[in-house]
């Protein structure tokens, strides 16, 4: 009770502060926080009322990654309405709300900020039927006043790790909070069995990308000149960088420069508009990175790639013989699911204890998590053919997954 009125207080101390973020900090910082303070006005004016016997869902995603894992279950759900339902989803990430392709009927705001008068507000104009968060923040003041106002919430695709906060002692009013939901998915049984322990049900049901990830791949289409370049060479695809892996990569190509001439590189940043990873640095011994995709398609002769362009990614990772994904060097990880679900082996940086689905990829033989490159690019690019049996058995593993998950879905809603 203490710390639930010490985090009160804080917001009411300092959540005015938050308003000079509107002007200063990153753009992206900026962004974040000019569409939290004028979330409520969105709902006020930009969401019409509902209809007669409509329901209104709300979705909360972190981000676009939190958005994908929860399409599985609104596609379901709204595939199974008599009355078109309204879809509200709130994003705290402006990556999610600025990219996320939202379904029919579907509205986007960004999340308020945990300040209880700011919450009850939000709360009281979106009026929702159910709502549904997804994979993790859990805010406090959200969570408790869904329950106050008596609207039952789902917890989405989530994960919990013996170390997650509201397991620890000081985290008792947020383990209440969760404990209200009315139903929790979880991914993995460890998750089911860590909840027990604090006398939370849960049901498992998988990792809903890995049944997103086969989708979208069955939907993706590379464009054809950049088909072309790639089948010239056996390809290896960096998706999602960071100057972290870049830089190991141009260390390999600058030590076995024969070796790394037989392939294709396409690297694919987790920022694009980022500058090349030469430009500024002493890095000319490595040689010239190659060519920017949104310059010029990539001649015959030229064997590394900047693929500068959103969306082509999880196109072209069909297309390649090996990835890495970026991620793993203290920046998270991000989405192994694409690299693996079209028959790549993957390699990531060796940090991955948020990540638990890395893990058990690599003890299945899938993934490797390294910190240091070269041995393992090595093997791979000498032995091709062991690396591309190592991506199709991911590949098979990966729709074994998602026909468990749609299942378990199956299984999930006819419950309720």
Not at 93 to 112: C, D, I
Not at 189 to 195: A, G, H, I, V
Not at 329 to 358: I, Q
Request: contains cysteine; glycine residues 6%.
């Amino acid at each position: 009770m203490i710390l639930r009125t010490l985090y009160r207080f804080a917001w009411y101390l300092f959540g005015p502060v938050l308003h000079l973020g509107k002007w200063i900090g990153s753009a992206k910082s900026k962004k974040q926080i000019r569409g939290s303070f004028r979330a409520l006005q969105e709902v006020q004016n930009g969401i019409p009322p509902k209809k007669e016997g409509q329901k209104r869902y709300w979705v909360h995603c972190a981000s676009w990654g939190e958005f994908e894992m929860a399409l599985p279950l609104v596609d379901r759900l709204q595939s199974t309405e008599s009355i078109p339902s309204q879809w509200v989803f709130s994003f705290f990430s402006p990556s999610g709300y600025e990219n996320a392709a939202l379904p029919k009927n579907s509205y986007r705001v960004y999340l308020p900020f945990d300040h209880p008068i700011w919450v009850s507000r939000f709360q009281s104009a979106l009026q929702p039927d159910l709502a549904i968060w997804v994979k993790y923040e859990f805010w406090l003041h959200h969570l408790s006043q869904l329950q106050l106002a008596g609207t039952p919430f789902w917890i989405w695709n989530a994960s919990f790790r013996p170390n997650h906060f509201i397991f620890q002692s000081w985290a008792k009013p947020w383990l209440l909070a969760v404990s209200a939901a009315e139903k929790i998915a979880v991914q993995r049984e460890d998750d089911r069995q860590w909840l027990l322990k604090y006398k939370l049900k849960a049901q498992v049901l998988g990792d809903a990308r890995a049944f997103q990830t086969r989708k979208r791949l069955a939907q993706a289409q590379a464009p054809g000149e950049l088909a072309e370049w790639i089948r010239l060479r056996p390809t290896f695809l960096l998706g999602s960088s960071w100057p972290e892996e870049e830089e190991r990569l141009m260390e390999f190509w600058a030590r076995h420069p024969e070796l790394s001439q037989s392939w294709n590189w396409i690297i694919a940043p987790h920022n694009p508009s980022r500058p090349l990873p030469q430009e500024g640095r002493a890095l000319d011994a490595y040689g010239p990175f190659g060519v920017k995709y949104s310059l010029a398609d990539p001649r015959p002769d030229q064997n590394r790639l900047w693929l500068d362009g959103l969306g082509l990614l999880r196109s072209l990772y069909p297309l390649a013989q090996a990835a890495a994904v970026g991620g793993g060097f203290g920046r998270g990880l991000h989405n192994v699911y694409e690299a693996l679900a079209a028959g790549c082996a993957v390699l990531c940086g060796p940090v991955t204890d948020k990540f638990p689905e890395a893990a058990a990829f690599e003890q299945d033989g899938f993934l490797k998590r390294e910190l240091h490159w070269e041995p393992v690019l090595l093997e791979w690019l000498q032995n091709p053919q062991a690396i591309q049996d190592r991506g199709l058995a991911a590949a098979q593993a990966i729709q074994m997954q998602a026909e468990r998950y749609q299942n378990a879905l199956n299984d999930f809603l006819s419950q309720n």
